[in-house]
């Protein structure tokens, strides 16, 4: 059973880094055919896809981000990350690491982490 | 970006009914469309992908259908665990999008 946790600082302010991390247990980050992936839900709201990373490196990140964004992978601690620069009160939301599987069907999120709630507020 | 729309966004209902939600695609998704279930306070759970299979461990009582830009989530003989907000995803194109989310709550 392949679990994931979140964990990062729950407060940060406004202009700096959100940074968090993703440990995998139960599976491995370099098995092919799964992405790995950031999905956030402000309070409230829907959820938005932030983008994903492959065992190799190879990123795929939402336009409506991309240009402060950075997901990273450590093959060697079985995790990964999320960084996300110059934030606002706008990125106040529930981030979520998730695993994205692939078929003949398309992709699909099926296991997802507990969750880590950071707030943008000085 | 493929926008994705559900209705309605809420509904009420009764223990043992059968409800169907519906969410259309701005554009044809094929059958790239996924379901997931969430309860506050939790993460979202995988129900349905590709339109119609339901993932192991998923009860039967739910179910999938459609394709191009039209699908639908039905859920037969409710029960009180199925109360909770249900969206769609699409994976045919990135950036993955969701619907906005339709609340299934106790009439």
Redesign the interface.
Known sequence: QVQLQESGPGLVKPSETLSLTCAVSGGSVTRDGYYWTWIRQPPGR????IGDISFSGRT?Y???LKSRVTILVDTSKNQFSLKLNSVSAADTATY?CARDST?????????????ALVTVSS | DIQMTQSPSSLSASVGDRVTITCRASQTIISYLNWYQQKPGKAPRFLIYGASSVQSGVPSRFSGSGSGTDFTLTISNLQPEDFATYYCQQSYNAPFTFGQGTRLDIK
């Open positions: 829907g959820l938005e896809w795929n939402n336009p409506s979520y078929s003949s069907r398309g992709y699909y999120f099926d296991y997802w982490g507990q969750g």
